[in-house]
């Protein structure tokens, strides 16, 4: 998008705004945290948009003030944030956020920026701050009425939520389960793009508010259903069971209804490229992968392919058989499994390549440095395998992953 269309801010406020990003940024979580405090109270209704759990853990407060100081950084010239924009404005469509939303954050932002800094927060500062909050704010919703418009008119396409019966559910390994998806109006299902996920809307019986989670979209498109498989994430002494995840394995059945937003994502298998593909994931990371990977066996079988996948163990590892028949039909397309706990059944069965995990060397005697990469995992196994393709000076433009969580930062 062109930034030609945002209103103009004057060389005092843009002197205003840039001098105190580093104060705001200081104070960057406590002015976010009392944010958030302060916009629930008023807006209750908003906790059925916001993850209640990342808000407990802390990330997505850090992930809207790091993108609103990062924008007032370059808030003479946006054109240089518009790719981070563009990427959140995915997650924001998918969470079908309204520009009549903008106004409340930006007002509850500036009432907590005033609070956190008291006197430090003169006149002249927060109204700089909320001139510069509205060309951002406009910036998202511009992005954002493209992708809406967009999704709008493709064919079968929906605004909103659209409900989606579950017409098969199906166990794939000791903790991630499968679930088919069919709209329950019988009418078009548009494709999407390998590596894209859809939002659901959670609606519990014992919880007060909606909760909305992504999940990716793990067969090929064109099935004439939507596949998600989901890791049941378990509790630990210290916090409790993931609450959707287990909602889904334990209460959502065959012919149950889910309301679902149309496929979303900016992280999608470029199938123009003729490059070697080499996809990695960890764990349910496997999700896009496995989409990407049954993609290329109906569309661009010809493509040398490494699917590459980590899991603690062969109990834990789903989509076994889907990965073992790509590798044995096509010979083009090479499978790896990576085991760093066998059990005593996968010592027998043997069909890991590699026991431990996945690291430079290894990736160096199985696949061409000229390949594109994409890789999906937790947020260790990511940084692990980022920092190998960079150590081996892979060009970033051929690196492509995703985050099952709000955008973390692989380089630190
Ligand atoms: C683009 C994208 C694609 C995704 N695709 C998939 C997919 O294909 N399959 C899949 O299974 N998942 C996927 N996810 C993850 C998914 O959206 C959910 O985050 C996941 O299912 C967990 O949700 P939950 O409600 O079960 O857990 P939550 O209730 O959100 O809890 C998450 C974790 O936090 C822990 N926790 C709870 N309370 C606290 C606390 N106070 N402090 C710290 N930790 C706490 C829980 O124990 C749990 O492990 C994807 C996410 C994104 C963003
Ligand atoms: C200019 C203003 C805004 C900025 C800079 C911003 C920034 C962000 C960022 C960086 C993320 C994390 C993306 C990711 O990595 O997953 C995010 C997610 C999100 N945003 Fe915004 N946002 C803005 C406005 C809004 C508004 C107006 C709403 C709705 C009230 C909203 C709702 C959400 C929700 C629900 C999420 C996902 C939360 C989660 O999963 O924990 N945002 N936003």
Not at 108 to 113: G, N, Q, T
Request: proline fraction near 6%.
């Amino acid at each position: 998008m062109s930034t030609e269309t945002l209103p103009k801010l004057d060389e005092q406020t843009i002197a205003t705004v840039k001098a105190t990003v580093p104060v705001l940024a200081e104070h960057g979580e406590q002015i976010t945290t009392r944010f958030y405090q302060m916009m629930f109270e008023a807006h209750p209704e908003l906790k059925n948009v916001f993850n209640m759990t990342h808000q407990k853990e802390g990330k997505q407060p850090r992930a809207l003030a790091n993108a609103v100081y990062a924008a007032a950084q370059y808030i003479d010239d946006l054109s240089a944030i518009m790719p981070a924009v563009e990427k959140i404005a995915h997650k924001h469509r998918s969470m079908n956020i309204v520009p009549e939303q903008y106004p409340i954050v930006g007002k509850y932002l500036l009432l907590a920026i005033k609070d956190v800094l008291g006197d430090a927060a003169t006149d002249d500062i927060i109204n700089a701050w909320e001139k510069a909050y509205g060309v951002i704010a406009e910036a998202f919703i511009q992005v954002e009425a493209n992708m809406y418009q967009e999704t709008a008119e493709e064919t079968g396409g929906w605004v909103g939520y659209r409900d989606f019966e579950v017409i098969d559910k199906v166990k794939e390994s000791d903790v991630i389960t499968s679930f088919y998806l069919k709209p329950v109006d019988e009418g078009v299902l548009p494709g999407y793009k390998p590596g894209q996920y859809l939002t659901i809307k959670a609606q519990m019986p014992n919880e007060e508010f909606d909760q909305l989670r992504q999940y990716s979209l793990s067969d090929a498109p064109g099935k004439g259903y939507y596949r998600i498989s989901v890791k049941r994430e378990e509790g630990t002494e210290q916090f409790p069971e993931g609450k959707v995840s287990n909602f889904l394995h334990k209460h959502v059945n065959e012919g149950d209804v889910i309301p679902v937003s149309a496929p979303a994502g900016d992280f999608f298998l470029d199938t123009a490229s003729k490059k070697p593909l080499v996809l990695i994931s960890g764990g349910v990371g496997l999700t896009p992968m496995m989409s990407m990977l049954q993609t290329i066996i109906k569309q661009q079988i010809d493509r040398e392919v490494h699917f590459i996948h980590a899991a603690r163990n062969g109990s834990v590892h789903a989509l076994k058989h889907d990965m073992k028949m790509a590798g044995e039909e096509y010979p083009n397309i090479k499978t790896y499994i990576v085991y760093d706990t066998p059990t005593e059944e996968d010592m027998k069965e043997k069909i890991h390549a590699k026991e431990g995990y996945v690291d430079l060397a290894w990736l160096q005697s199985i696949v061409p440095q000229d390949s594109d990469f994409y890789f999906c995992g937790p947020e260790g196994f990511m940084k692990a395998i980022y920092g190998a393709l960079k150590e081996w000076n892979v060009p970033m433009e051929q690196i492509n992953y995703e985050f099952f969580g709000p955008q973390g930062d692989l380089e630190k």
